[in-house]
């Protein structure tokens, strides 16, 4: 299946969660906020939920200054 | 509103969407500013040009020269000074026909919880997660409009939070406390893409205060180098202590 992640098309297994990209990535980490197709998915469904082809995913990180 | 007034805000009574309602709105506001640095400094220069009619003006830091390189709210002779007061002192100066306030203390537990109750919305401001985090939880708690920016190198954030927080509060999108690596002292700003944020958090204030339609529900973030926007859709997260999931455990 390919996806689009932070904008790169990139191959991956199907039946992948989100939980499961960001673990084999290794950027299953705090601080770090994840939307699908311009979509916001709060924190506690990147476990159940599952990618689809031609998905595009954008991971990204908190900003506190000003 | 008295003859002089009526010159002062003239370009934005010119407006439809603004006119004599929505100014009389504007002056009968009040909006607390949590933060007087890169964004609070354009923040508090429209909006006081605009009239809101009362700024509460919260920061308990001085000024450093290391602030002026875009913090546009202060000079140099201001080094030194407490940035409430030298803003109160410059925004007087714009105008002298609305009232500032100054918190000089920083924000926290009971006087931010007072703070934000009597305003009619909240401009976060401020440069660190903790604070944004106890923002947003005292803005759900009294039901008050948050918008809330921030910037670091060449990126920046903007979400307007609005009840009844259909599309989720600040929480929501970040549910850690942590405090991001990079930040304006370790990793730098440059001063126009804090100044975009603040500008924009002015805006959203004003369209809140007035009735236009504010954007809402969506976090936008500003890539400064591309000058490219994204706008992404919030949801609310079923586990949020803050603005009360079904299955949230109350912090």
């Keep these: ?66 | 509103m008295n003859d002089t007034d009526f010159m002062r805000y003239s370009r934005q009574l010119l407006l439809e969407d603004v006119a004599f309602e929505g100014q009389k709105k504007l002056l009968a506001s009040r909006v607390l500013i949590v933060g007087l640095g890169g964004l609070g400094s354009p923040a508090a220069l429209y909006l006081a040009a605009a009239g809101v009619g009362t700024l509460i003006l919260a920061d308990d830091d001085n000024v450093h020269i290391s602030n002026l390189q875009r913090q546009i709210l202060f000079t140099s002779q201001d080094i030194g000074q407490p940035k409430s007061q030298a803003a109160q002192r410059h925004l007087k100066q714009l105008n002298p026909g609305i009232e500032l306030q100054v918190i000089s203390d920083r924000l926290h537990g009971e006087a931010l919880n007072q703070a934000v109750s009597n305003v009619s919305l909240v401009l976060d401001c401020s440069d660190n997660m903790a604070t944004r985090q106890a923002i947003n939880a005292a803005c759900v708690t009294h039901n008050k409009p948050l918008i809330s920016a921030s910037a670091v190198g060449f990126g920046g954030q903007l979400m307007v939070l609005t009840p009844p927080w259909e599309h989720g509060c600040y929480r929501c999108v970040w549910p850690d406390e942590n405090e991001p690596e990079r930040n304006c002292r370790t990793a730098g700003v440059l001063g126009p893409v804090v100044g975009v944020m603040g500008t924009l958090q002015a805006l959203e204030a004003i369209k809140v205060l007035t009735g236009i339609i504010p954007a809402s529900g969506s976090l936008r973030l500003f890539d400064a180098r591309q000058h490219s926007w994204r706008a992404l859709s919030m949801q609310k997260s079923a586990r949020c202590p803050v603005c009360g999931g079904t299955d949230a455990h109350p912090l």
């Design chain 1, 1 to 66: 299946m390919r996806i689009h992640f932070n904008d790169e098309p990139m191959q991956c297994a199907d039946s992948l969660t989100l939980a499961n990209l960001l673990e084999h990535l290794r950027l299953l980490k705090p601080g770090v906020a994840l939307a699908v197709n311009q979509i916001i998915v709060p924190r506690e469904l990147w476990e159940a939920q599952e990618l689809h082809d031609g998905d595009q995913i954008l991971l990204f990180q908190a900003i506190a200054g000003g």
